[in-house]
Nanobody, 114 residues
Framework: QVQLVESGGGLVQPGGSLRLSCAASGFPFSNYAMSWFRQAPGKERERVATITNADDITWYADSVKGRFTISRDNDHDTLYLYMNSLKREDTAVYYC???????WGPGTQVTVSQ
């Protein structure tokens, strides 16, 4: 079955950087567009970034454009999110997901604080 396991979160100061990873299994990773979502306390889950499968076209939410970069390694079935210039408002649990999949992995907590 589809499995998505996020990692790489942690506590970072404002202005810092983190790299999130998502290990995918149970489906042909290279055949699917992949996305990162996040959910902050008391807020709805929101899409942060998407990367297509065929030609690596990317999309970003306005709130992270220019600071976050999504990428994928089809040889290792792994999705990445490089986060730079982190702000307090980036604090959330981050999830990866696949198109046409209704489930979620456990997520990874990102906390931006001094």
């Amino acid at each position: 079955q589809v499995q998505l396991v996020e990692s790489g979160g942690g506590l970072v100061q404002p202005g810092g950087s983190l790299r999130l990873s998502c290990a995918a299994s149970g489906f042909p990773f290279s055949n699917y567009a992949m996305s990162w979502f996040r959910q902050a306390p008391g807020k709805e889950r929101e899409r942060v970034a998407t990367i297509t499968n065929a030609d690596d076209i990317t999309w970003y939410a306005d709130s992270v454009k220019g600071r976050f970069t999504i990428s994928r390694d089809n040889d290792h079935d792994t999705l990445y999110l490089y986060m730079n210039s982190l702000k307090r408002e980036d604090t959330a649990v981050y999830y990866c997901t696949r198109t046409n999949y209704g489930g979620w992995g456990p997520g990874t907590q990102v906390t931006v604080s001094q």
